[in-house]
């Protein structure tokens, strides 16, 4: 019953040519498309995200990841307090803020 099986296997001697190095082309070609269309847009973003973070100082309105709008009052290591209300602040790590609003004096 086998025998059969194998009979109607595929024939051989038909080798590909060029099989092994066409396949690390498109492996190659694929990750390049990768790293120009997602890394380096996703490394830009970033760079910009620390340069911004780094600039936070008092008096800057800012909306962290959170939704939480706030005006900075002071700037620690990497801890930034939040003025959120009247008498009501709030520290978050400077990571956590998405976008300045408004620059302050």
Same mark, same amino acid.
């Given at each position: 019953?086998?025998?059969?099986?194998?009979?109607? =296997?595929?024939? *051989? =001697?038909? =080798?590909? %040519? *060029?099989?092994?190095?066409?396949?690390?082309?498109?492996?190659?070609?694929? #990750? *390049?498309? #990768?790293? #120009?269309?997602?890394?380096?847009?996703q490394m830009k973003r970033q760079k910009e995200h620390q340069a911004? &973070? @780094? @600039?936070?100082r008092k008096g800057d309105k800012v909306v962290t990841t959170g939704g939480v709008h706030g005006t900075v009052v002071g700037v620690k290591d990497d801890i930034a307090v939040l003025k959120i209300a009247d008498q009501v602040k709030?520290? &978050? %790590?400077? %990571?956590? &803020?998405?976008?300045i609003k408004e620059r302050g004096d």
């Open positions: 019953m086998t025998d059969i099986a194998y009979a109607m =296997g595929a024939p *051989g =001697g038909e =080798g590909q %040519s *060029g099989g092994a190095f066409g396949g690390l082309l498109m492996i190659l070609i694929i #990750f *390049g498309i #990768f790293y #120009f269309l997602l890394i380096r847009p911004m &973070v @780094s @600039s936070l709030i520290e &978050v %790590s400077k %990571s956590c &803020v998405a976008t």
